[in-house]
């Protein structure tokens, strides 16, 4: 049964109209200067009947936004949450379209940001005054992170961490992935950097040098053995994962094997100052990314392991765990109903990128991602689907009322 959809659809035209005037704001990370689009947000909850708003910041430039909203009992606390930044925008000759414009074309909101995720904030915002507009129990906080685009620790994580009314029973997190794709999972990643050191010489002479970069690149296909960890999935996930696989709609055959394998993408190289030189030293970078049914610890044994013949550095930059919310949780069951009843499709699934749903998780808070389809995310011309907004909006609003309910 439809409930808020309707509504969603009379109100099309505004949240677009909303979603524009949030593209136009540069909040680009870095450096993550997001006090204007937080002051943006909380002009667009203003209105939200009871609302109580409050900036934070840690540190600077970063700011965050928390907005409760009490209903007419006690009851559960609910949390939307969102980011305020976005990937940078790079070489704008690469754009058709005004990167800070929000330019709308046959359907298409363009602009960095758009679905990733100032969309998912709008439709944050406007299930959340749907919801409010009924005699809902508990309390809805609206908890915007101004730094997801760099781990989030200034922004959600801050704010788990610093804001007691910002916890809640469950969270819903409206990152790209799809409104009807219910995402309780997620990958985990570890940011590896390789280092080799040799001995400079002329490039004539090699017999005199020790190349690095020849043992760096040796290094670099040993690591590609961490591809062949088997996952080990739990049986949930893999039953659930297996069911998403064959829903018409959900993720093709290439995104799903990603989903379930470990990945090593070599991001960063460099080497040498001049081609007739023996390299003294090598750099990379590589990111991998960890199927649910491994470890971060695991995955580094293993490449130790793989690197040790070639005598290399290893330093760990970044690592964060897979991370999975049971499907039989609260806020799970109440999302996958209340898409279904509003937009006659909805399914668990996983989700390969990452975002800050993995600091609930691991700060122990059930949650789920649901948002906008991105097209070129991260790439020029990132755009969403107009009409896919009052969707995602309806379906959150849906999930929203059925865990205050029930």
Known sequence: MTRFLPRMRARAGLMAEATQALVRIDSQTPPSATAPMARACAEMMGDLPGVEIAFHERTAPVANLLAVIRGARPGRRLVLNGHLDTYPIGD???????????????????????????????????????????????????????????????????????????????????????????????????????SAEGRAAHGAHVHAGDNAADRLLDGLRALRGLEAMPPREPEEAARVL?????????DGAEPRRTLRRLTVNLGRIEAGVSANLVPETARAACDVRIPVGLTCAEVEAEA???????????????????????????????????????????????????????????????????????????????????????????????????????
């Open 304 to 406: 130790r392991r793989l690197l040790a013949p070639h005598r290399l550095g290893l330093e760990i930059v970044r690592r964060y765990e897979p991370t999975w919310t049971p499907s039989t949780s609260a806020v799970a069951s109440a999302c996958l109903t209340g898409a279904w009843e509003e937009l006659g499709a909805a399914w668990f699934d996983g989700r390969i990128g990452g975002s800050d749903a993995r600091l609930w998780r691991r700060a122990g808070f059930d949650t789920v991602a649901m948002g906008l389809t991105p097209r070129n995310l991260g790439a020029p011309d990132e755009a969403l689907a107009v009409d896919e907004l009052p969707a995602l909006a309806a379906a959150i609003a849906a999930s929203a009322a059925g865990f205050l309910r029930d």
């Open 92 to 194: 704008r000759a690469g754009w058709r379209f005004d990167p800070l414009g929000g330019e709308i074309a046959d359907g298409m909101l363009y602009g960095r940001g758009s679905a990733d995720m100032k969309g998912g904030l709008v439709a944050l915002i406007e299930a959340a005054r749907a919801v409010a507009a009924t005699p809902f129990a508990g309390e809805i906080a609206l908890v915007f992170g101004g730094d997801e685009e760099r781990m989030g620790e200034l922004g959600t994580q801050a704010m788990i961490d610093d804001l007691p009314r910002a916890r809640g029973d469950g969270v819903i997190v409206a990152d790209v992935g799809g409104a009807s794709a219910v995402r309780i999972g997620e990958k985990g990643m570890l940011w590896l950097e390789l």
């Open 242 to 250: 297996d069911a998403a696989a064959a829903v018409p709609g959900a």
